[in-house]
């Protein structure tokens, strides 16, 4: 660490001041100057260039220019003492050079914004860090803050934590990937705010395995859900939409104009649903219910593969029976099947478009487990800890492949 120190303080500081002691036994060499006057830290800043370090952790701009005016006619004048809290070294006093512009009269203070914020107490390196703790899983701000404790030697008030993790957003986050790849899945998730009810909006882009928008609405109408869809892709690729078979995602997806893929994995579960509650009754002889099975594994067999035409030829063999299934399936062929079999079968025309929404189940699973659906209280809140969980998500799970 103390070689990284040096690295970036070599490249940023100009020129430095040196005391007498620096000669006693030759002549002084830069970066063991450096390395005695930081002996103590062991955390990298990246120290604003064109500045001068004096002694005593005294700092002015080697070639000061005003930012109000960019003049370069300005007065030194007293120092600005701070006194900022580094990682393992706790407070450390540091002086700041003021000048005064003579062309417009603004004052100035020499600035160290990519070390410590203005106004701010704890080094960058604390809210840095802070995405890393936060990425282990939930974590009160109390428990983030005896994280702070033990593994840098200071803890910010649970106040501060809050600050640092709370984004400027008002209902919806977006990944900062610059190109998408056109095929997406979208499903909502139920949460609770302050004991109200709220939906988890989110679109999840099947190829590159990432979210690609997420939104807090308190209610999921038709005309919320297709926004949230078109300005989350906007100037983006658009060419089909997984979801499940919620009623009003046909209409949706009719209006936007884009292919709609129905997922296979929640047709099976709903017709399985309604087999399982069958199976289990006394009053259907064991016949029955193998011959139930039967025709459950035929209609299942019609999706099992990527050939339209191969599924077509499956679907009309069983259609030739069709008084011999059982009704429950004959129900589901009549009015789930047979009306959507283009939405249901448009994986096996591109091999971009998933069969199901399974990989947006799995990032709901993975980013918002049940045991924290109830402590958010505020969209800012809920959005600020989902948009660590996007960031974490995209470096690990993201891909990179042509569709075209």
């Known amino acids: ?96 050079r003021r000048y005064k512009c003579k062309s417009c009269s603004k ?25 890393s703790l936060i990425q282990t899983g939930y974590r009160s701000l109390r428990k983030l803050g005896e994280d702070f404790q033990t593994f840098f030697g200071n803890s910010p008030s649970h106040t501060t934590i809050k600050k640092w993790q709370t984004i400027e957003v008002e209902k919806r986050i977006t990944n900062t990937i610059t190109l998408y790849s056109g095929y997406y899945a979208y499903d909502e998730q139920y949460i609770r705010l302050n004991g109200k009810r709220h939906y988890r909006l989110t679109l999840y882009d099947t190829i590159l395995n990432i979210p690609i928008a997420e939104e807090i609405a308190p209610k999921r109408t038709t005309e919320t859900i297709k926004r949230f ?21 046909k209409r949706i997806m009719d209006k936007i104009g884009v292919k709609h893929q129905l997922c296979i994995f929640h047709l099976f579960k709903m017709i399985g649903n309604s087999v399982h509650k069958i199976l289990k009754s006394k009053n259907v002889s064991k016949r029955e219910k193998i011959t139930l099975c039967l025709y459950f594994t035929d209609i299942k067999n019609i999706f099992r593969t990527y050939n339209e035409e191969t599924s077509i030829n499956r679907l009309e063999t069983l259609l030739d029976k069709f008084k011999d299934i ?4 004959q129900r589901y062929l009549t ?6 079999f283009q939405r249901l079968t448009h994986f096996m025309r591109s091999p971009f478009i998933q069969r199901t929404s399974n990989k947006v189940e799995n990032y709901y ?36 492949i042509n569709t075209q």
Request: a positive charge; one cysteine or more; proline letters at 6%.
């Open 107 to 131: 004052k100035f203070t020499t600035s160290l914004d990519s070390v410590i914020k203005p106004h701010h107490r704890y080094v960058n390196i604390y809210s840095d860090k802070l995405e």
């Open 365 to 400: 699973r993975q980013t918002d487990p049940n045991q924290i659906k109830k402590i958010y209280k505020t969209i800012k809140g809920i959005l600020s800890y989902l948009n660590q969980k996007m960031k974490k998500w995209t470096a690990k799970h993201g891909k990179n």
């Open 326 to 329: 059982p009704k429950v399936l």
């Open 335 to 340: 009015k789930k099947i047979l009306p959507n």
């Open 229 to 249: 869809i078109e300005e989350s892709t906007k100037n983006q690729p658009l060419i089909a939409i997984t979801t499940d078979h919620f009623r009003r995602y």
């Open 1 to 96: 660490m103390p070689n990284e120190i040096i690295t970036t303080l070599s490249s940023s500081i100009a020129s430095m001041q040196l005391n007498l002691f620096d000669f006693v036994v030759e002549k002084p060499k830069f970066d063991e100057v450096l390395t005695r006057r930081f002996q103590r830290s062991e955390i990298t800043r990246n120290v604003n260039k064109n500045l001068n370090l004096l002694s005593n952790n005294h700092f002015e701009y080697l070639n000061p220019i005003c930012p109000n005016c960019n003049s370069n006619h300005v007065i030194k004048q007293e120092y600005h003492e701070r006194n900022p809290i580094l990682a393992d070294s706790g407070p450390q006093k540091i002086y700041l």
